[in-house]
């Protein structure tokens, strides 16, 4: 006989979190934030050419089905019904750009993640379209023209994939980031699939007018993309469709916030000047606004926080973005195998607590906030004698904490406000050495939820408090606690300021590695160079009249 069912209190709320590395599916109690369990799935990356980073949609997806349906069976194991599930959110890594035929549902070309850099010749191409006493990109979009966002990786694509081209030219091509790719396969697909993308997901395409809250036609024009392959605009919290397949089949999906805003959220930073930073793939630090756009004067983003309904007022936010965070421990691993797992990253710094003078700039994509200097790239500098695996180990620790420091200080001058402590969350938040750092480096206590699932956390809140589910309250009073984790500064100021003084050095030295040589040129080779291809032939000839003048044979 069946064991009967465990009785839980309260409804079930489900959280996709789809993000560079895996796709995870977790669950929670709406009552009390209790996450009752989770299933995760890897995902690989392909680099076809250097700066290229590419995904497969289908592998995408996949995971995602594949983590709904082990979660469904590890609550049924747990003997919790899933018929109690009553909303799903999306969350998922931003402005990575995926174009699929809307009839046959495959995707036409790899996802082009938003770490992928082929497209600099191409923003340095419409940079020069731009007034320069006019940038209407920016004051329309709160966005830099750089190669992170998704509308120069859609005119990348438009540009050089004859199966999207023709695609767009027979009305079948849709375009979308990934919420827009898993919600309109969860819904149906083919049959009648939802495509949309909610507004801050929207905020990071440079399309979307973030004061009107509208795609927008002077932009559209001047990335020459076609309006008509654009998902609908939605609130982060409505009902947009329902599960046509799986366990989970008719519950409606109802939350959507790319993955920093659903940070933002679920680590309640409900409040004007409430800031969070996500350690992961990248490092993102965003501060509440309110209903202020703010636009920085100092190298950071003004983007859409969230919009919790479609009667509810859109927040914005700063945004400061660190392109290489976790990656760099994951290259550390993977390329110089100085690490068996990235967890050991940990121990090893803990076995020399410092990088005896070495310093990690780990501009692998340039640098983003508060630079934005595509031309940089990453450099280990202050080597001696002396250095071995666990300083460089620690000296990449601390180049993640410097980074924060950076943004931090930008986002100090651009609101007047200093900050009194920081609420971190993301994976890496678990090595208590990069927590130390970071108040160390920052000179201010460093504030972690136990709860480190804070992207999902808000995700499943937004699905939860959606018109039509409303399972999950989100006024003040009936939001949980949150049982935090503090880390004091144990530094003298002075010692913190030394250190970050040198970062700063070594952060110059990486500038200007790159020329305009375009990724997205033929061959790299030395002969696509014409004056250098010369110089190396002539100086053949040479060597070899040379030789034979002097009768060597």
Request: proline share 4%.
């Amino acid at each position: 006989m069946a064991a009967p069912k465990k009785a839980v209190e309260g409804p079930l709320v489900g959280a996709v979190v789809q993000g560079t590395d895996c796709s995870r599916f977790l669950v929670f109690n709406s009552k009390t934030a209790e996450l009752l369990t989770h299933y995760q799935v890897e995902l690989t990356q392909e680099f076809p050419k250097e700066g290229w980073v590419e995904q497969d949609p289908k592998e995408i997806l996949q995971s995602v089905y594949e983590c709904i349906e082990k979660t469904c069976e590890k609550l049924d194991k747990l003997n919790i019904d899933i018929s109690n599930i009553k909303a799903i959110g999306v969350s998922n890594q931003r402005e990575t750009t995926i174009v699929w035929d809307k009839l046959t549902g495959e995707p036409l070309y790899n996802a082009v993640v938003w770490l992928d850099l082929r497209t600099q010749a191409t923003v340095e191409n419409l940079s020069k379209k731009i007034p320069g006493n006019n940038n209407f990109v920016k004051s329309k979009t709160g966005l830099p023209l750089s190669t992170y966002f998704s509308a120069v990786k859609l005119r990348w694509i438009l540009d050089n994939v004859r199966k999207v081209q023709k695609a767009v030219e027979d009305g079948r091509a849709l375009f979308g980031t990934i919420d827009s790719w898993l919600i309109w396969s969860l819904t149906g697909g083919v049959n009648g699939g939802v495509h949309c993308t909610d507004v801050t997901n929207a905020s990071r395409t440079m399309l979307f007018n973030i004061h009107s809250l509208e795609w927008d036609k002077e932009l559209c024009e001047f990335f020459e993309i076609p309006m008509d392959i654009l998902p609908k605009v939605w609130s982060s919290s409505e009902i947009y469709g329902q599960m046509k397949t799986g366990s989970l089949e008719g519950v409606p999906i109802s939350g959507c916030l790319g993955d920093q805003s659903a940070a933002l959220v679920g680590q309640m930073c409900f409040q004007e000047g409430q800031a969070k930073n996500t350690y992961g793939t990248g490092c993102f630090l965003l501060c509440n606004t309110g209903r202020n756009c703010v636009f920085s004067e100092h190298g950071l983003l003004t983007t859409v926080a969230y919009k919790l309904g479609r009667d509810k007022p859109v927040i914005y936010a700063l945004e400061g973005s660190v392109a290489i965070a976790g990656a760099a421990v994951h290259w550390l691993k993977d390329n110089l195998g100085i690490l068996e797992t990235s967890e050991e990253i940990e121990i090893l710094a803990k076995e020399v607590g410092t990088s005896y003078g070495c310093y990690f700039i780990p501009a692998f994509s340039g640098l983003y906030a508060p630079y934005w200097e595509p031309s940089a790239r990453g450099i280990i500098c202050g080597l001696t004698q002396f250095t071995n695996k666990c300083h460089i180990a620690f000296a990449a620790l601390e180049a993640i904490c410097f980074q924060t420091r950076e943004i931090l200080d930008a986002m100090i001058r651009d609101c007047g406000i200093p900050f009194n402590h920081l609420q971190v969350d993301g994976k890496m938040t678990n090595n208590k050495i990069l927590m130390q750092l970071q108040a160390d480096i920052l000179h201010i206590p460093i504030v972690k939820p136990c709860i480190i699932e804070t992207t999902a956390l808000g995700v499943a809140m937004a699905a939860g408090a959606a018109e039509g589910v409303g399972v999950w309250s989100l006024a003040p009073e009936n939001l949980s606690a949150i049982v935090m984790e503090r880390f004091e500064p144990q530094i003298k100021a002075t010692e913190s300021e030394i250190r970050y003084a040198t970062w700063k050095r070594a952060v110059m030295k990486s500038m200007g590695w790159v020329t305009t040589q375009s990724p997205e040129s033929g061959d790299p080779s030395i002969f696509s160079s014409l004056p250098l291809g010369i110089f190396i032939v002539s100086s053949m000839i040479m060597l070899i009249g040379a030789r034979y003048i002097s009768g060597i044979p």
